[in-house]
């Protein structure tokens, strides 16, 4: 084995993208990019009766869409394949008779019933509820003669039942369990499978995973593993448990899709930049405050160490916060291909490049997320509606001097500039005595419907001078 660091991301194929696992991918990712290592996908899909159609895909083509590519997986190939553990089920097999033949592992012949009995029975008597171990030390004839027989059985391993186990996990640091806190965990279910134990421990070995980085809720089934890393004598890989994710009131992150799937998140027109800032800093940090990370800074930034213990709290209102960000900062062609579908959808013309653009620049300002855009642009497009509080400032005699002003001067503009738009500004103060909001909020009635909106020479400027000069008359004609 060389030195080269390997991680991988090894999701069950269940449903959707969780972003704790985005998360996961993400670390794993930048380990490895940070440190020259290789990042692996590897689907975890032994347990057939949670296998769901087509999440396999749905699974590659979020991580595509959010941009974190691996260097080994399904698709990709790699020297260590397959990355399905569905087809890896001989590789396990082999692993759990050696463990037999050491007696590190057992048969375990219990019927479902004798299995609920057992657990009614330690609940009765608030007892901890676990396998009690009663197939542990049936003689070799008798599970011979239970075998011949062709009774159903699972394989155990045959986990101390005294003492502790300390090991050393990156985030947790020191971490001692207690051996009889740990179950005689199922390897081979009845149907011939592996549970996720075995088999993880078995790739992430044959994988050469040198570290091992996934969410906290793991961290209790590290006894297990490094009970057969120990019995299959391999070196087992560092461990790096991530915190929990909460939710604002620190309770454990709703599991509703709608709130935590990272393709719903897309769907709702999140940005992937933003994304995948908003999931680094669930949990780490660098040395300072800055929260605004691209994936090259964070691929440059990232280090395990600075991994907090602490419960990492999920805001959306931080998301949306930094989809804000990455809207207004990111190239406009970038943002105004995203935003098509929105125009469309809305019925809202885009034939106009140039106005299409200069529309996406200045409502991109004033928006968290690609599905507000059309709400801000509409102004732009449609005729305007007034309430009862705008027509008391439409006819106010001033605003009326104002409307007329503006639609005569403009009629005699050759074209709209920025430069002639703040001189008739000028003189709608000099000359009228004009000024302040009197002058602003009836001139963004006339022309974007209502009195706060961008700033006077943008609007012009997307309108033109037709369309302004019809919106004044409009206005005019509203009295
Ligand atoms: N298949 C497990 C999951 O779905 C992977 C846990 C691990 O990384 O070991 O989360």
């Known amino acids: 084995m060389n030195n080269e660091i390997r991680v991988r991301f090894a999701p069950s194929p269940t449903g959707y993208l969780h972003v704790g696992s985005l998360r996961t991918a993400l670390y794993n990712y930048l380990y490895a990019r940070k440190t020259g290592g290789k990042f692996i996908l590897r689907i975890e899909d032994t347990d057939r009766s949670r296998y769901v ?25 790699g020297d260590f394949g397959p990355y399905f553990q569905s087809k890896r089920t001989d590789i396990y097999n082999k692993y759990v008779q050696e463990l037999l033949e050491k007696d590190a592992a057992y048969h375990c012949f219990c019927t479902e019933d004798d299995l609920k009995k057992m657990r009614e029975e330690q609940i009765a008597k608030k007892m901890d509820v676990r396998y009690d171990g009663r197939c542990r030390n049936l003689s070799k004839e008798q599970v011979q003669e239970n075998l011949a027989q062709g009774k159903p059985f699972v394989i155990r391993a045959k986990i101390p039942d005294e003492g502790e186990i300390v090991f050393f996990d990156i985030v947790r640091e020191r971490v001692s369990i207690k051996w009889e806190t740990v179950d005689d965990q199922v390897l081979i279910k009845s149907d011939g499978y592996p549970t996720y134990h075995l088999a993880n421990v078995v790739d992430d070995h044959l994988m050469e995973i040198t570290h091992v980085i996934r969410g906290e809720e793991w961290l209790s089934s590290v006894p297990k593993h490094l009970f057969l890393y120990q019995a299959l004598g391999w070196k087992p890989p560092k461990m790096c448990h991530l915190p929990l994710l909460l939710n604002p009131d620190k309770s454990k992150l709703s599991k509703r899709q709608g709130d935590v799937a990272v393709e719903d998140f ?35 930034e990232f280090s395990l160490k600075r991994i907090s213990k602490a419960g990492a709290v999920f805001d959306v209102e931080k998301l949306n916060w930094m989809n804000g960000h990455y809207l207004r900062s990111l190239e406009l062609g970038y943002i105004a ?9 809305a019925g809202l013309d885009i034939s106009d490049n140039e106005k299409y653009l200069k529309i ?17 642009a509409t102004p732009f497009y449609a005729s305007l509606k007034y309430s009862e509080e705008d027509r008391q400032i439409i006819n106010d005699e001033n605003s009326q001097k104002l409307f007329s002003f503006w639609l005569d001067n403009l009629k005699a503009l050759d074209s709209i500039t920025e430069e002639n738009i703040n001189h008739l ?5 000099d000359k009228l005595g004009i000024k302040g909001k009197d002058l602003y909020f009836p001139l963004r009635l006339a022309l974007f419907g209502s009195v706060h909106g961008p700033e006077l020479p943008v609007i012009f400027d997307i309108l033109g001078k037709e369309e302004t000069i019809k919106r004044f008359t409009k206005i005019l004609d509203l009295k």
């Open 266 to 300: 897309l769907k709702k027109s999140y940005l992937p930049e933003a994304l995948l800032n908003f999931v680094a800093l669930l949990g780490w940090h660098a040395q300072g405050d800055d929260e605004l990370y691209s994936l090259d800074k964070l691929e440059n």
């Open 425 to 429: 500004l000028k003189q709608s103060t």
């Open 360 to 376: 996406v620049d200045v409502t991109r300002n004033r928006i968290s997320t690609l599905a507000e855009i059309t709400e801000v």
């Open 53 to 77: 159609e087509g999440a396999v895909e749905n699974l590659i083509e979020t991580l595509q869409a959010v941009g974190l590519e691996y260097d080994e997986g399904p698709d990709k190939g």
């Open 337 to 345: 291909i995203k935003a098509k579908s929105f125009f469309v959808e």
